[in-house]
Nanobody, 114 residues
Framework: QVQLVETGGGLVQPGGSLRLSCAASGSFLRFYTLGWYRQTPGNQREFVAHITNSGTTNYAGSVKGRFTISRDNAKRTVFLQMDSLKPQDTAVYYC????????WGQGTQVTVSS
């Protein structure tokens, strides 16, 4: 069983930055791919970025070059640095842990607005 808790969401102006954190607890976390997804009302949850246990990263095209995902295995935390934010980045952001099963956090709201 894996538990995930996201922090760091909030309101930011277009062009600004936010850093999301996801603290994970559970066994064998070092084997998990950790990632971020986001969801807006009426839409399906969409992939944002993930980082494998070996450090390989992958990004959605809409965020590539603006968002950076990283993980600290010792602290059991995954981060999402979001720069050059746009209004269309507004969503609830969810942390995900994947290793045969999927686990999700409760989500954190990110609002990009002037």
């Amino acid at each position: 069983q894996v538990q995930l808790v996201e922090t760091g969401g909030g309101l930011v102006q277009p062009g600004g930055s936010l850093r999301l954190s996801c603290a994970a607890s559970g066994s064998f976390l070092r084997f998990y791919t950790l990632g971020w997804y986001r969801q807006t009302p009426g839409n399906q949850r969409e992939f944002v970025a993930h980082i494998t246990n070996s450090g390989t990263t992958n990004y959605a095209g809409s965020v590539k070059g603006r968002f950076t995902i990283s993980r600290d295995n010792a602290k059991r935390t995954v981060f999402l640095q979001m720069d050059s934010l746009k209004p269309q980045d507004t969503a609830v952001y969810y942390c995900n842990a994947h290793y045969y099963s999927d686990y999700w956090g409760q989500g954190t709201q990110v609002t990009v607005s002037s």
